[in-house]
């Protein structure tokens, strides 16, 4: 039992080893794509799960392979594909909206996973094999394994916390979305991005997640379907007030004929009475 909690808080070390260098990589990559310091990711810490995860799974499936650097390059080309692909799949299940979007490169798949992106992963793959994982696993030996737990509790505890308020802050980007669409159903979707950063510029964390995706990906989706809402409540509420409006001209119509029948039966009435 004792050698598989060493085995889980070195391969958690691992993940978080390997998010933080998932983060300086898409940090750089997006700094010099964009001119500007882009602090990405869609948790307020400096990591990337989906690295962590992918040097994971490399570690652990790929290492066997170490002999042959063709395997290790092509096998990391394919799990990392693999894995992109499924994070960008269960993401928009989740949030309702995607984080990335290949669908402008050529060779994507669904816009989840695009060769551009793959090969890199493939070279990253090698050097995860060759070079990271043995050192990582040296610095780890030489590291008593009591302050490597605790180590790794204490960014447990701190990557949960940080996934509790990365969820909360997503959930008031998208419910104050929402709440502006409700109010400006006719806005277009760059007008309702406009004011929801605005409405959200003082709020903590939301303000980073703005600036980590100045596309707005997060709620790009969330802006599709309120606003597909919003005119379906629009509709049907016109449709309603149409079939009101029917009904109340139907029953006048109904009380004027009632009316003119009872006049003419009293005009009727008089008439005979007259003669008589």
Not at 35 to 58: A, D, E, Q
Not at 214 to 227: M, N
Request: with cysteine.
């Amino acid at each position: 039992m004792n050698e598989i909690i060493i085995q889980i808080t070195k391969y958690f070390l691992l993940f978080i080893c390997y998010s933080f260098g998932g983060w300086i990589i898409e940090t750089i990559n997006c700094s010099i794509r964009e001119r500007k310091f882009s602090n990405r990711g869609f948790l307020l810490g400096p990591i990337c799960p989906v690295y962590g995860f992918g040097g994971v799974f490399i570690t652990i499936l790929l290492t066997r392979y170490y002999s042959s650097v063709p395997v290790v390059f092509v096998m990391s080309i394919v799990l990392c594909a693999i894995w992109e692909y499924f994070t960008s799949w269960i993401m928009e299940k989740i949030f309702k909206a995607r984080w990335w979007d290949y669908s402008n490169d050529k060779l994507n798949l669904n816009g989840r996973i695009c060769i551009r992106t793959l090969i890199p992963f493939g070279i990253l793959g090698l050097f995860i094999v060759y070079v990271i994982d043995p050192l990582l696993k040296i610095a780890f030996e030489h590291i008593n394994i009591e302050i490597l737990k605790v180590i790794a509790l204490l960014f447990l505890i701190l990557f949960i916390i940080d996934i509790l308020l990365s969820a909360s802050i997503i959930k008031k980007v998208t419910h104050t979305a929402i709440k502006i669409i409700s109010k400006s159903p006719r806005d277009n979707t760059q007008e309702i991005k406009e004011k929801v950063r605005k409405e959200l510029k003082n709020v903590f964390g939301a303000r980073r997640l703005l600036n980590a995706f100045p596309d707005f990906e997060i709620i790009k989706e969330k802006i599709k379907i309120a606003i597909y809402e919003a005119k379906e409540r629009i509709d049907k509420a016109a449709e309603e007030n149409e079939e009101r409006i029917e009904n109340i001209k139907k029953k006048s119509k109904e009380n004027i004929e009632i009316i003119k029948n009872k006049s003419r039966e009293t005009i009727e009435k008089r008439r005979k009475d007259y003669k008589k």
